[in-house]
Each structure stands twice: as structure tokens, then as C-alpha cells.
């Protein structure tokens, strides 16, 4: 359903800059209810909204983003590395993007740089029907996956099976099209699908009504960096303090909806007309709140990030061939703009 947001092959930036819709200069300001000045940004998803995008609406709900002084547009994404590029040209104010579509993007030479990593324990897993008995990695022998040519999760896939033992001639992986995993997997074509727990396994289970069992990457020796909040150089540059009071309410609207995720999926109703079912986004929203921390940035507020996270993060991405080229942090993250503590 959202698979396609795993994608990492960049579009051309030219066909971006052509079918997306440039954010004028004029009329940056809002007044609030109660006679405030804001300044309006937009935030494009890395997909149509779903469970993980809970903290936005509810912090919107919440007067949260105003009470930064901004007036917050969400927008829906087509996919993590579209939102790096549309992020990257000045499309969009702030972005919401998986972090190895940001790390390509940079290869590339897209103007773009992370304000943070929210789910900073990656969600990347394999999916299966519990009643298929993959409890462990070693279970995955002679199993047929379906997995997408060029996206993050194939990429590290062989990574993931490597820490375990295990070569990749040791199990089928089948291409196919991201919207069609599910399908794959509950007709029978595939075993499981490589898949993020926080995303696909709660759709499955809805779909199919059977319990869904998941391979955690993180669980299993590899972890890496996932979605985080994006901006380009003119926000970062051009609009004042603006990327900094935008990541720290981010960050509230995050903690503020840890606390209360009930309601957090609540103000989530009439956010798209693709929204997932409530029992959906509860699950796919209660997953996404084991991913927030690592052992590093345990007990910190959400989107504190560490150089040294940052840099297995790379390291990883590099021997996937996700990175032809790893740059110093400071290339991918903003810190002076991004959360402390």
C-alpha cells in the first residue's frame, strides 16, 4: 500500500522541478485566532498520510506548530525520494523522508539536509504470516520474499542476512512492484516481503485476518536511521529561525502524542481520502513509537540525534552501494538547527 515510499532510485530532478508546484514568496504570513503572526510552511510526507503521521495532525490539533509561531500546511508525498528532491528545490518548506533517500539524494547533489531523525530504529523487516513459522533468520532458508530492485530495504537485505549467517543464494528474493507485495504474500506467489513493521504488517493483518510475524533488522544485528524531518537551503537559509522553531515543534508534537496516542490517531480522521482504517493506524502508530530512540538517545526528547548514529547510518548505506560517495556528517545533518537533548 505504501511500499513505494521505501523506493531510493532518485527521479530526475528536472521532472520533479516540472510536476510539482513552487512555493511563492509572497504571502509567507498568517495571522492567528487570537491576533498572533505566523509564518506558514508546508510539510510534504513521504506517502499518502498513514499511522506513523500521527504527531503532525495531532500536533496541529493541538496548537502546537502555532504556538512556534508557524502555520502548518501537510501535504501527501508520492515517496521518500520525490519529497527529497521536491525538499531539495524549495517546493516544499520541510520535508518527511526516509533518511537513506536523503543520503542518496546528497550523493547526488540535491541541496537538502536532515533537521533529524524521528524513527531512528529502522522499522526495515521481513513480513510473513505467523502461521508460516519464520521465527528466526535461519527459518528464511529456501523462502521466497518479495522485495523491490533498488530500494533500501533489498539494498540491505543481503546485509541483514550476512549478520546472520546466511548468503543471499540462500533465499529467493522476487521482484516486485511495491503496491503488489501484500498481494504477493497473501495469495500465496511469496512467503514474505521485506516490508516496514510500522507500515505493510498492520495492512496485511487487516486484509487477510491472520496474524502477521516479523524479522526486525534491528533485532537481528542491523539498525539504521529511518524517517526524519528534511529541509533545503532556502528554508535553512532564507526564512530566518524559522527550521529551528519548525524542529522543535516537531518534536513536541512528537512527545505530546507518544504521551496520548489514542487521540494522536483520532486527529488523524479526514487526512486523505486513502487513510487506513482506525485499528490500521493504531498499530501501524503503537509500532512506530518503539522505533523512536537508540540506546544513545534513550530518555531524550524525540529527534535528538548522535554523530556517531549518524555515521553507522552511512556505513551501512555505503556497503549496500546506496552511498557511492560518504561525506562527513555534517554533509547530511543540520545539528545547530536540530534538537539538543
Known sequence: MHARRLRTALVPLALVAATATACGD????????????????????????????????????????????????????????????????GQTDFGWADTPAVLAGVDQGVDVKSLGVFLQTTPASVQSFAAEGVASPADLKG?????????????????????????????????????????????????????????????????????VAYLRFSEHGLNFYSNGLIAGSKTLQGRGDLAKRMTAAVSEAWAAAE????PAVAAMEGASEQLPPKDV???????????????????????ANTEADWKRTIEVFSEAGLVKNPKPVT??????KGITG
Open 26 to 89: 509572497d504571502d509567507r504570513t498568517s495571522t492567528s485566532a487570537s491576533g498572533e503572526k505566523l509564518d506558514k510552511a508546508t510539510l510534504t510526507l513521504n506517502w499518502y498520510p498513514y499511522g506513523e503521521h500521527a504527531p503532525f495532525y495531532y500536533g496541529k490539533k493541538r496548537k502546537i506548530f502555532e504556538k512556534h509561531g508557524i502555520d502548518l500546511e501537510i501535504r501527501a508525498g508520492q515517496g521518500s525520494q520525490k519529497t527529497v528532491q521536491a525538499t531539495g528545490a
Open 143 to 211: 523462502k521466497t520474499v518479495a522485495g523491490t530492485a533498488g530500494d533500501a530495504l533489498t539494498k540491505t537485505f543481503p546485509i541483514f542476512l550476512r549478520k546472520n549467517g546466511m548468503e543471499l543464494s540462500d533465499v529467493k528474493v522476487q521482484n516486485t512492484d511495491p503496491a503488489g507485495k501484500i498481494a504477493a504474500v497473501i495469495s500465496g506467489k511469496t512467503d514474505a516481503l521485506l516490508g516496514y513493521a510500522s507500515d505493510q504488517g498492520p495492512t496485511m493483518r487487516n486484509k487477510a485476518e491472520k496474524d
Open 259 to 262: 504521551k496520548r496516542p489514542g
Open 281 to 303: 493506524l493504531s498499530e501501524q502508530f503503537k509500532t512506530t513509537l518503539t522505533l523512536l530512540h537508540t540506546d544513545a538517545t534513550e530518555g531524550k526528547a524525540p529527534g
Open 331 to 336: 554533509e547530511y545533518w543540520d545539528a545547530a
